[in-house]
């Protein structure tokens, strides 16, 4: 049988055309914001990751199945209802930093805001770095 691909890859697409595609003016603004301070903060350059992800960094995972792949340290995508960060489920001061941040929801891995105001900006970078900290230390990377 052959193996599934993976759906969220990193492509060339480019992230500038991808946010003219946020049809909400706000929103489209916060993502770009959100992008700029990741970027600067990380010293990643951002990546599209499939058609609607926005990447920073990668590594490699490989489950006990023996699927295998490479995902973004920290994403984030406009999504109907949210800003939604691919975060991981499991980082440094979580409870502590999710506490001080502000309005948000939580689903496994992922973080959703309304919007950037909702959420205090330092709060956010730091469990994005924090996140990123995690990742690539359980991944060896």
């Known amino acids: 049988m052959a193996k599934a691909k993976n759906k969220t890859v990193e492509t060339?697409?480019?992230?500038?055309?991808?946010?003219t595609t946020i049809k909400d003016e706000a929103k489209r603004k916060d993502c770009s914001?959100?992008?700029?301070?990741?970027?600067?903060e990380t010293k990643f350059e951002p990546k599209m990751w499939g058609p609607s992800i926005v990447g920073f960094g990668?590594?490699?995972y490989?489950?006990?199945?023996?699927r295998e792949g490479d995902a973004p340290l920290?994403?984030?995508a406009s999504r109907a209802s949210?800003?939604?960060?691919?975060?991981?489920?499991d980082y440094d001061k979580q409870a502590e930093l999710e506490a001080k941040?502000?309005?948000h929801k939580k689903s496994g891995g992922c973080l959703h805001i309304a919007k950037l105001a909702d959420v205090d900006?330092?709060?956010?970078?730091?469990?994005?770095k924090n996140s990123i900290a995690q990742r690539k230390k359980e991944h060896k990377c």
């Open 12 to 19: 060339d697409a480019s992230v500038e055309s991808f946010l």
């Open 33 to 40: 914001t959100i992008i700029a301070l990741i970027a600067k």
């Open 58 to 60: 990668s590594y490699h």
């Open 62 to 66: 490989v489950y006990e199945s023996g």
């Open 74 to 76: 920290v994403g984030l």
């Open 82 to 89: 949210s800003i939604t960060f691919y975060i991981g489920s």
């Open 101 to 103: 941040l502000g309005k």
């Open 121 to 128: 900006q330092k709060t956010l970078l730091t469990i994005i």
